[in-house]
């Protein structure tokens, strides 16, 4: 057992120096001489992991001097709240900014690029369609569409845009024909269209010729690159594969109770929790504070398991995890909902695995199993077929209950529910279990 904590101590040290040394993100790429140009990717899904990776970035610009931001803009799209929050990141820099679409800006990318000072386009890349959906990939309620809505429109006003394309961006109701969007259909724009209805004010082949369009000339270009660490960063904070990670952790160190030794569901569990603060300190949602909270909650709960203090220690070490966890996240409704469905599926899990599995870690020492089955020869009461017509002796009064002697043994009996006198003949009529019910035999009958 101590093995198995040192294991688990040294373990826990090397993936905390792993953290460390992977938490420094890499420092810019730089070229050049005169003007300071800043080239920062907003690419994949738009979510809380890139929020965190663009406000550094941005930070970073602004202390190194930059004269102009490029951001080179390559999403599908992603979540609401990141957009609105990277669109005011955007907004707020006094960076002269420009949103570079070398491939795809859908959706929340093209809410982010109406938020920046000026839109450069490449030939073949595309902008727009930009409605909100819900988890279901349905179309969002009328109150949450009409928010964005106004997002969009304040977006496209900021620097004088035509704010019909941006809402026909995101309201299929919005009938622009003439530009690949009839009726029931989102606008999706090409570089082209975009140049032509001011959202767009070039289209370029590449870096080169933007810096051209932008008069900058013998410039230092520095590129931003997303660390290591700021990608877990990213995939965990994703709202999808947060309850995933919960429901990993949760459900292995709950298996781990009842198997032997420290195996693969502790690892995988703890490994999954590790991971889920990991990438919300580095996304700057967590501080350690919270980490420690949780650790806290766990030797709460253990004590609890194996020392009962009537549920006290039990309560107080769940509502420190808890809380932990709504500490460290972005969105309390989000990691509410995680939890929620975390503790559905341990719960199921593990009754599956008790009953197909069972107890065989330390839980097995302060849970009794042992069942008296039949087949084990536990038996609740002694049945006494052999009785059945015996004849015997009342000692007792039977009114109905008394006592008789029956087969020369002194047996608790019942009348079949007349009254017996001491000392008469009866017989056994009926035998259920220790329940053995009797008749007086009178003269001339059985």
Avoid: C
């Avoid at 679409?101 to 000026?118: E, F, K, P, R």
């Avoid at 009938?175 to 370029?204: F, N, S």
């Amino acid at each position: 057992m101590k093995k198995n904590f040192r294991v688990m101590g040294y373990s826990f040290m090397l993936i905390i120096a792993f953290m460390m040394l992977i938490f420094t993100p890499p420092e810019a790429k730089s070229t050049g001489s005169d003007e300071l140009v800043y080239y920062i990717p907003v690419e994949q899904a738009v979510e809380r992991g890139l929020e965190a990776f663009l406000n550094r970035s941005i930070t970073t610009a602004e202390e190194e001097g930059a004269d102009h931001i490029v951001f080179e803009v390559n999403t599908p799209g992603g979540f609401v709240d990141a957009a609105g929050n990277i669109a005011k990141l955007v907004r707020d820099t006094e960076v002269p900014t420009t949103a570079f679409i070398v491939a795809d800006a859908l959706s929340a990318g093209a809410y982010i690029s109406l938020n920046a000072d000026q839109i450069v386009m490449t030939p073949g890349s595309r902008m727009g369609s930009a409605a909100v959906i819900d988890g279901t990939g349905n179309a969002a309620e009328d109150k949450a569409q009409s928010a964005w809505l106004a997002s969009m429109r304040d977006a496209a006003e900021l620097n004088g845009r035509d704010e019909q394309y941006a809402l026909a961006m995101a309201d299929a109701r919005i009938d622009l024909p003439e530009y690949g969007a009839g009726e029931g259909e989102l606008l999706t724009l090409t570089g082209r269209q975009a140049l032509e209805v001011g959202y767009a004010e070039a289209v370029v082949e590449n870096r080169t010729e933007l810096l051209e369009f932008l008069n900058i000339e013998n410039a230092e270009e520095k590129t931003m690159e997303v660390s290591f660490a700021e990608q877990i960063a990213r995939f965990v904070t994703n709202p999808i594969v947060i309850p995933i990670l919960l429901s990993i952790g949760s459900l292995g160190l709950v298996l781990e109770l009842y198997s032997p030794g420290f195996g693969i569901p502790g690892i995988m569990g703890a490994s999954a929790l590790l991971l889920y603060f990991y990438g919300h300190l580095v996304a700057g949602f967590a501080g350690w504070e919270t980490l420690i909270l949780f650790g806290v909650g766990a030797i709460l709960l253990l004590v609890e398991v194996f020392s009962p203090s009537f549920g006290v220690f039990g309560i107080i070490g769940i509502g420190a995890m808890i809380g932990s966890l709504v500490m460290s996240s972005f969105s309390t409704m989000n990691i509410l909902l995680s939890v929620t469905i975390a503790v559905i599926v341990t719960a199921v899990a593990s009754v599956l695995f008790f009953k197909y599995v069972g107890y065989s870690g330390p839980m097995k020492r302060v849970i009794f199993t042992d069942q008296t089955k039949t087949e084990l020869g536990y038996v609740s009461n002694v049945n006494r077929d052999e009785l059945m017509g015996e004849i015997g002796e009342s000692l007792t009064i039977l009114r109905p209950s008394g006592t008789a002697v029956l087969n020369n043994e002194r047996l608790d009996v019942v009348s079949e529910g007349g009254y017996i006198e001491q000392g008469k003949k009866i017989k056994v009529i009926s035998v259920a279990g220790s329940r053995i019910v009797v008749r007086e035999i009178t003269e001339g009958k059985d």
